[in-house]
Antibody, heavy 121, light 108 residues
Framework: EVQLLESGGGLVQPGGSLRLSCAAS????????MSWVRQAPGKGLEWVSS????????YYADSMKGRFTISRDNSKNTIYLQMNSLGAGDTALYYC??????????????WGQGTVVIVSS | SYVLTQPPSVSVAPGKTARITCGGN??????VHWYQRKPGQAPVLVIS???DRPSGIPERFSGSNSGNTATLTISRVEAGDEADYYC???????????FGGGTKLTVL
């Protein structure tokens, strides 16, 4: 079955860190760019970060740059999002997203179910 | 940074046609993707690259893109089409993905 399974979400204090993981299955993972997209409560979709097939090109939304790091392990069919210096504004449902091609800007044709991150003291 | 503007809401009667717009500076020069998100579910790609319909998406869904506006058109609207719809582009100038604010489609 083609799917993405996120994990690693949870409750974290302001200023803390969290590492999200996304395990892919059912397709040749290394052939596709991948992204993280989040949705805060009551808000719309917000792009977080993208990574190319080889993992050597990464892209970040301005508000995440310097705090978040995206990476991928093609041997494990998994991408990661290391999140540091978290604030209340980072509270959201974080989706793992598969691009339909090698380009980071390709249409997202597969989404995970998401993992919830809550930043609160 | 590049901005995509969508109307917050669109209402349509069953069987009629819904048009959801996505405005952006010279958006016609970019490839626009559209997603449908129902409550409690992950988004689903309904239109890619302006007007391509992924397999499994009804022919009632179509897209166009020209000038400063891209449009998602849903013909013969059904109650099951009620959802939030988002447009999405890649801005090559900033190397950023950009989502529109989303449009809530209500079927009357």
């Amino acid at each position: 079955e083609v799917q993405l399974l996120e994990s690693g979400g949870g409750l974290v204090q302001p200023g803390g860190s969290l590492r999200l993981s996304c395990a892919a299955s059912g397709f040749t993972y290394s052939n596709y760019a991948m992204s993280w997209v989040r949705q805060a409560p009551g808000k719309g979709l917000e792009w977080v970060s993208s990574i190319n097939t080889g993992g050597d090109y990464t892209y970040y939304a301005d508000s995440m740059k310097g705090r978040f790091t995206i990476s991928r392990d093609n041997s494990k069919n998994t991408i990661y999002l290391q999140m540091n210096s978290l604030g209340a504004g980072d509270t959201a449902l974080y989706y793992c997203a598969k691009a339909s091609g090698t380009a980071a800007g390709a249409a997202v044709d597969l989404w995970g179910q998401g993992t919830v991150v809550i930043v609160s003291s | 940074s590049y901005v995509l503007t969508q109307p917050p809401s669109v209402s349509v009667a069953p069987g009629k046609t819904a048009r959801i717009t996505c405005g952006g500076n010279n958006i016609g020069s970019k490839s626009v993707h559209w997603y449908q998100r129902k409550p409690g579910q992950a988004p689903v790609l309904v239109i890619s690259y302006d007007s391509d319909r992924p397999s499994g998406i009804p022919e009632r869904f179509s897209g166009s893109n020209s000038g400063n506006t891209a449009t998602l058109t849903i013909s013969r609207v059904e109650a099951g089409d009620e959802a939030d719809y988002y447009c999405h582009v890649w801005d090559s100038r900033s190397d950023h993905s950009v989502f529109g604010g989303g449009t809530k489609l209500t079927v009357l």
